[in-house]
C-alpha cells in the first residue's frame, strides 16, 4: 500500500547556462516547484513540476500549478491508501479537470515513492527495458544561420543523436536549409511550438524536401483536426507535442492521420500512467514515440529517463545531459551523456537513480509549503 503522510513543496530558481528562445518566448532561468513525498513506510522520493512561469507553451504556469497541488490534488492523495501507483491518475481525474503538469508532478512522485518502497529501478517498475537511451539536442532559435550551423556542429561533435532546431516564420527556411546543407546526412528535425497556421504553410513545404525527421507541433497548441489536413500536404511526418494531453488524443491523431510520431512528455499528460497507456497504444498502431523535455532539472530529468527506456520510445529523447542547461544540477550524479550520444538508466539501485541535493535545494528555494503530517 502506497500512503503519502506528508509532500514538501518548493519553488526553486535555476538560471539557464543560455537563454533557450522558442517561437512563444524566451527562457533565461526555471522557476521550479518540486515536490518531496513521503510515505508511511518512511520511503521519500522527488518530482518535479514542468509548468514554467508563463503560459506560453501549455496554459499552466507554475503560480497555477502551485494553486492546483495546494488546493486540489494534494488532498486527494494525502492520508489515501493506493494498491499501486498506476490508480492515482483516475483519483486524480475524477471530476478535476485540466491542470495536467500539477496532476503529474504528484502522480509521478508516487511512481518514485513506490520505487523506493518496493526496492526497484524507477525504469523497471514502469516495465522499461533498456539500458541506455539514445540523445537529442533541442537548439534554440538563433540569431542567424551560420550560428545555429556552429550549435549543431558542436552537438554533433559531443555524440547528440538527434539535432531539433526550433523555428518560428523568419527564422526557418534558412535556417534548417544552412543546417542540411552543412550536415547532408545528419538527424536533424524542427520544432515550430504552434507559430504556423493552414494559410501559411509555404515555409514549411520549402523545407519538405530537407530529408527531416519531422515537424513538431506545426499548428496550434490544442489543434489535431488542421494536422491531419497539414498531413496530407506534407511528405515529412509530423509529430504532436502540445496537442496530445490524453490517450484520447493520441487516439484522435492516429484516426485523423493527424501525425505519426508523438512525442512524449509526461508532465504534459498527466504522468506516468497516462504517458504508458499513449506509449501502448502508439506501439500497437505503428506509431514511434519519444520523450520531450521541458528544461527539467536532474529530478525532472530522472523521470524522462526512465520512461524513455520503454521499447516504443524508438527516437532519441530531449534528454541532454546536466551541464547543457546548468552549471551545477541540483542531483548527484549529474545526468551525463556517453560519447555515443546515450544516457544510461540508473539500474544499480532503487528509485529515480538520484541523489538530490538538499543542502543545494535549501539555497535555491524561494518558497515552500509544508503538508501533512
Ligand atoms: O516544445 O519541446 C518543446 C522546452 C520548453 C518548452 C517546449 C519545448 C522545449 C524543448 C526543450 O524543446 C527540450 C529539452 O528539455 O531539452
Ligand atoms: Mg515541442
Not at 521519500?44 to 504556469?61: I, K, Q
Request: charged share 25%; net charge negative.
Amino acid at each position: 500500500m502506497l500512503e503519502i503522510v506528508r509532500i514538501t513543496l518548493r519553488e526553486i530558481r535555476l538560471p539557464l547556462r543560455e537563454p533557450f528562445q522558442i517561437s512563444s518566448g524566451t527562457m533565461t532561468e526555471r522557476r521550479i516547484a518540486v515536490l518531496e513525498l513521503q510515505d508511511a513506510s518512511g520511503a521519500v522520493s522527488w518530482s518535479e513540476c514542468v509548468a514554467d512561469a508563463a503560459p506560453n507553451y501549455l496554459p499552466e504556469t507554475i503560480d497555477t500549478a502551485w494553486l492546483a497541488l495546494v488546493q486540489w490534488a494534494i488532498p486527494r492523495v494525502l492520508g489515501q491508501r493506493f494498491s499501486a501507483p498506476g490508480d492515482v491518475h483516475a483519483a486524480l481525474e475524477r471530476d478535476f479537470r485540466g491542470h495536467l503538469m500539477a496532476k503529474a508532478a504528484i502522480e509521478m512522485g508516487m511512481w518514485g515513492v513506490e520505487a523506493e518502497r518496493t526496492g526497484l529501478p524507477l525504469s523497471r517498475l514502469i516495465g522499461g527495458t533498456r539500458e541506455e537511451i539514445d540523445v537529442g539536442i533541442s537548439l534554440g532559435i538563433q540569431a542567424t544561420p551560420e550560428a545555429l550551423v556552429e550549435k549543431a556542429r558542436a552537438a554533433l561533435a559531443e555524440g547528440y543523436r538527434k539535432i531539433k532546431i526550433k523555428i518560428k516564420p523568419g527564422k526557418d527556411v534558412a535556417y534548417v536549409r544552412a543546417a542540411r546543407e552543412a550536415f547532408p546526412a545528419a538527424p536533424l528535425m524542427a520544432d515550430a511550438n504552434n507559430a504556423y497556421t493552414l494559410d501559411d504553410t509555404s515555409a514549411l513545404l520549402a523545407m519538405d524536401g530537407l530529408g527531416l525527421m519531422m515537424f513538431e507541433q506545426p499548428l496550434a497548441w490544442d489543434d489535431v483536426v488542421r494536422h491531419a489536413e497539414l498531413q496530407r500536404r506534407l511528405k515529412t511526418p509530423i509529430c504532436l507535442d502540445e496537442s496530445i494531453t490524453s490517450l484520447e488524443r493520441a487516439q484522435d491523431m492516429v484516426t485523423l492521420d493527424a501525425g505519426r510520431i508523438i512525442n512524449i512528455k509526461p508532465g504534459r499528460v498527466g504522468g506516468f500512467t497516462s504517458s504508458i497507456a499513449i506509449h501502448d497504444y502508439a506501439e500497437s498502431n505503428g506509431i514511434p514515440v519519444w520523450c520531450g523535455g521541458m528544461l527539467e532539472s536532474g529530478i525532472g530529468r530522472a523521470y524522462n529517463v526512465a520512461l524513455a527506456s520503454l521499447p516504443n520510445f524508438l527516437k532519441p529523447g530531449d534528454v541532454s545531459p546536466s551541464a547543457r542547461y546548468w552549471s551545477r544540477d541540483v542531483v548527484t550524479p549529474e545526468w551525463t551523456m556517453t560519447p555515443a550520444g546515450t544516457v544510461r538508466v540508473p539500474l544499480d539501485r532503487p528509485g529515480i537513480g538520484v541523489d538530490v541535493d538538499r543542502d543545494r535545494i535549501e539555497d535555491l528555494t524561494v518558497r515552500k509549503e509544508v503538508i501533512g503530517a
